[in-house]
């Protein structure tokens, strides 16, 4: 049956183990799961070999940003491999992400591709740092419209811009959104952050969601914790 949750656990683990361990503990139809750079880096194909083995959506989340004919390969290449999502940056500009559209495009692969606008650890000093002088929520809305005339099909940002970009982009558009803290969880290293409930009515379409269910004692009494927030 495929997963229609909202939900995505991050396993952001090191070694393929552990990673499998947390997976073995969650439901495919419940939940879909994100594999990131480090857990990718080290365990390679193999994880999302596993995953899928075990029944998940998979959203590889390598936030790729090269020159065009790079990314798209990588895109397929991830593609190929079978996953439900994987993502660019949207600062590459619009020819990187054309690119890796019109790839997808070319070999009638159905993952679903989507660009980040402004990390959620980001502020507005982190930003004029890198030489961004405009607002935090100007660059977001900048970068999610140039996703979309550029092919994405959604974008990764917090879920206090998701009521910008739903008004800007519509709401078929994925806003897939990281920094989802639930009522029994702390906040950690990101900075714009709100509950699941909060979130989905702001607009978000999916929630990522770490350490408050993979650090959870009974990880899926979390998830359905979680699952009760939303049904509120």
Same mark, same amino acid.
């Given at each position: 049956m495929a997963c229609t949750s909202p939900l995505i656990i991050a396993l952001d683990y090191s070694s393929l183990d552990a990673a499998l361990c947390m997976a073995d503990q969650l439901d495919p139809r419940r939940c879909r799961l994100k594999v990131g750079k480090e857990?990718?880096?080290r365990s390679g194909p193999d994880v999302l070999q596993a995953l899928h083995g075990?029944?998940?959506?998979? @959203?590889? #989340?390598?936030? @790729?940003? #090269?020159?065009?004919?790079?990314v798209a390969s990588a895109v397929q290449a991830a593609a190929e491999q079978g996953v439900w999502m994987v993502n660019v940056h949207a600062s590459g500009g619009r020819k990187m992400m054309e690119a890796a559209r019109e790839r997808l495009d070319q070999h009638d692969l159905p993952t679903h591709l989507i660009a980040v606008t402004v990390l959620t650890s980001m502020d507005a000093k982190d930003l004029r740092d890198v030489g961004v002088t405009c607002s935090l929520e100007a660059q977001v809305e900048a970068l999610a419209k140039l996703a979309q005339q550029s092919g994405m099909e959604g974008v990764v940002c917090?879920?206090?811009?998701?009521?910008r970009v739903r008004e800007l982009c519509g709401e078929d558009f994925l806003k897939v959104t990281p920094g989802i803290r639930p009522a029994f969880a702390i906040k950690h290293d990101q900075q714009r952050i709100l509950g699941p409930g909060?979130?989905?009515?702001?607009?978000?379409?999916?929630?990522v969601i770490g350490r408050p269910i993979t650090q959870?004692?009974?990880p899926m009494e979390a998830l359905a914790a979680i699952e009760q927030?939303?049904?509120c």
């Open positions: 857990l990718f880096t075990r029944g998940f959506d998979v @959203f590889l #989340d390598l936030k @790729f940003h #090269d020159i065009p004919n790079t917090s879920a206090w811009e998701s009521p909060e979130a989905m009515t702001a607009g978000s379409t999916h929630l959870a004692q009974e927030e939303l049904a």
